[in-house]
């Protein structure tokens, strides 16, 4: 058999090399090829696709794409819905209302954004109205997202909200139901917890408000990132 039939298969010969990471065409710009595990190497790579992604229906209105805030090898990872108004407009996740309210309840505990915590969304661009984004468009972002966590390997994920808990573990049980409830997914600690924007509309700091059990709920966050760094 001639030697060119062989070299077909012959990945050092780069026929058969999977697309590279800083190959633009191939991976980020349809819906239809697959971000599978390890396509990124960094994230700021990462990063830079998503800024060119066409992956879905949102790509055309959004401003910026809204990739991250925080430490890359934060302990903590927390996982929002999806961009409003003023995080497409400045392109960082959680810088409006509901960022602030986050800020305070993560300084309660003496958590820093800049150090102990990574920020992203379920969808990196916005949902035109700040409507909840489609099962299409969760699909088409839920890649980015994956490798983001592998890559910062954080010790905690926390999941805000009901759009959060289903774009990651697929569950749809509410969210009073489960928030302050310890999950185990993809063998990552994660803790469903109240979205900021629920607690704003809910100013109560009564026994039993929601603020009052996000109150519970992060000192719960910070009691086992304290075990999990002293075990360490
Ligand atoms: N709400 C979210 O879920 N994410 C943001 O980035 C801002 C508001």
Same mark, same amino acid.
């Given at each position: 058999?001639?030697?060119?039939?062989?070299?077909?298969?012959?990945?050092?010969? &780069?026929?058969? +090399?999977? #697309?590279?990471? @800083?190959?633009?065409?191939?991976?980020?710009?349809?819906?239809?090829? #697959?971000?599978?595990?390890?396509?990124?190497?960094?994230?700021?790579?990462?990063?830079?696709?998503?800024?060119?992604?066409?992956?879905? $229906?949102?790509?055309?209105?959004?401003?910026?794409?809204?990739?991250?805030?925080?430490?890359?090898?934060?302990?903590?990872?927390?996982?929002?819905? %999806?961009?409003?108004?003023?995080?497409?407009?400045? %392109?960082?996740?959680?810088? &409006?209302?509901? &960022?602030?309210?986050?800020?305070?309840?993560? +300084?309660?505990?003496?958590?820093?954004?800049?150090?102990?915590?990574?920020?992203?969304?379920?969808?990196?661009?916005?949902?035109? %109205?700040?409507?909840? #984004?489609?099962?299409?468009?969760?699909?088409?972002?839920?890649?980015?997202?994956?490798?983001?966590?592998?890559?910062?390997? #954080?010790?905690?994920?926390?999941?805000?909200?009901?759009?959060?808990?289903?774009?990651?573990?697929? $569950?749809? @049980? &509410?969210?009073?139901?489960?928030?302050?409830?310890?999950?185990? /997914?993809?063998?990552?600690?994660?803790?469903?917890?109240?979205?900021?924007?629920?607690?704003?509309?809910?100013?109560?700091?009564?026994?039993?408000?929601?603020? /009052?059990?996000?109150?519970?709920?992060?000192?719960?966050?910070?009691?086992?990132?304290? $075990?999990?760094? +002293?075990?360490?």
């Amino acid at each position: 058999m001639a030697d060119d039939q062989f070299s077909l298969f012959d990945a050092a010969a &780069g026929a058969i +090399a999977a #697309p590279s990471s @800083t190959d633009f065409d191939a991976i980020p710009t349809s819906k239809s090829i #697959p971000i599978p595990p390890g396509t990124y190497d960094s994230l700021d790579t990462l990063a830079t696709h998503c800024r060119s992604c066409q992956r879905c $229906e949102l790509a055309p209105s959004r401003t910026n794409v809204v990739v991250s805030r925080g430490s890359t090898t934060a302990p903590i990872f927390i996982i929002g819905e %999806g961009p409003g108004q003023q995080e497409d407009e400045q %392109g960082k996740p959680f810088v &409006g209302k509901s &960022g602030q309210l986050l800020e305070k309840i993560l +300084a309660s505990v003496r958590l820093d954004t800049e150090k102990d915590v990574y920020i992203a969304n379920i969808v990196k661009c916005r949902p035109p %109205g700040n409507r909840v #984004p489609t099962a299409d468009e969760m699909a088409a972002c839920k890649g980015y997202l994956l490798e983001q966590i592998r890559l910062v390997d #954080p010790k905690i994920i926390l999941l805000t909200g009901a759009t959060a808990v289903k774009g990651i573990t697929g $569950e749809k @049980t &509410g969210i009073t139901k489960i928030r302050g409830q310890w999950r185990e /997914w993809e063998g990552r600690l994660c803790m469903p917890i109240f979205h900021p924007a629920y607690l704003l509309r809910n100013p109560s700091r009564d026994k039993g408000s929601p603020k /009052w059990l996000m109150w519970q709920d992060i000192q719960t966050v910070r009691t086992k990132l304290d $075990e999990l760094l +002293a075990a360490d």
